[in-house]
């Protein structure tokens, strides 16, 4: 008995002869697919039969950005890429895994509510309608620490008195305010005194 097995693809004729009964093709790819045919012949004649193998492309995953680094209570979150609609599995700092699955554009988040520590995302597999495959690779959210802020108030007069029907220039000075703090200022007014207060914000330094 001889079994003979052929394929096509739509670029060219790929043709094997493979005389067992079970062939196998081994680290299979998209040129494997086709249709195969198998043909037994003995002493009474030779018949064959057909079937069509189709290859499905491996789903892939990755993390393509994060918004770190964040101030501590901030939300740390990871923005993912990849095979449209399919499920990627990851976990947080080497936890319990859990899955996030990607829209129809192949996007996708992940998003840990008020990290106070570093965050790293773990990807460990991608799997899609058809197929799976493992993952490696992780991103890191970084935290800086909240500075408390505070602002001291001087005027141009030294001794912050001053006589009615003059002017007085208020000065505000911060204390790890950040790059571009900001103030709100409140005159409060009576027949003997003007007071200006400034407010302040706690800021983060990035």
Known sequence: TAYEISTRDWSSDVCSSDLSQNPS???ITSAAAGTYTVTMTNSCGTTSAT???????????????????????????????????????????????AT???????????????????????????????????LSGSSTVSINSLINASVSISSNDADNSICAGTS????????????A??????????????RVDISYAVFCLK
């Open 25 to 27: 093709i081994t680290n």
């Open 181 to 194: 703090p900001s103030y709100r200022s409140e005159e409060h007014t009576s027949e003997l005194q003007s």
């Open 100 to 134: 996030a699955v990607l829209d129809a554009s192949g996007a996708g988040t992940v998003t840990v509510t008020g990290a106070t520590t570093a965050q790293t995302l773990n990807l460990v597999s991608v799997a899609d309608a058809n197929c799976s495959k493992s």
């Open 168 to 179: 007085v220039t208020f000065t505000a000075t911060p204390t790890n305010g950040g790059s």
């Open 51 to 97: 079937t069509e193998l189709t290859v499905n492309a491996l789903p892939n995953a990755s993390v393509s950005s994060n918004n770190g680094p964040i101030c501590s209570g901030s939300n740390a979150v990871f923005t993912l890429n990849g095979t449209a609609s399919s499920t990627v599995t990851y976990n947080i700092n080497g936890g319990s895994n």
